[in-house]
């Protein structure tokens, strides 16, 4: 995944929410500039290629020092970024540091 094009396409607002999105952000108190930040600063930890009806990837970044994961699927064709989910890790799931599934 390309992080370059993501990026510019947020910058340009090309940055779709979805509906499941927002509302497990709403329930998690994780804000829209959050994932914002995660996916302009942040690292792709896991990459899904094959995922319709298109390729998605795991952002890992740090808000405020507080690690914060963001799933997003890119459009190419329209340059459109899709928020999927955003959580915060936790050690149970992942390894020190967040970047390994356990």
Request: net charge negative; with cysteine; proline share 5%.
């Amino acid at each position: 995944m390309d992080t370059a094009f993501i990026r510019h396409a947020i910058e340009m607002g090309r940055i779709e929410w979805n509906k499941h999105a927002l509302e497990r952000m709403l329930q998690r108190g994780i804000g829209r500039e959050m994932v914002k930040k995660v996916l302009m600063a942040g690292e792709v930890i896991e990459d899904y290629p094959d995922d319709t009806p298109y390729p998605s990837a795991l952002f890992l970044g740090f808000v405020d020092g507080d690690p914060l994961h963001v799933v997003m699927a890119f459009d190419a064709e329209s340059e459109h970024c899709y928020v999927i989910t955003a959580y915060v890790p936790d050690l149970e799931h992942f390894e020190d540091g967040f970047r390994k599934r356990r």
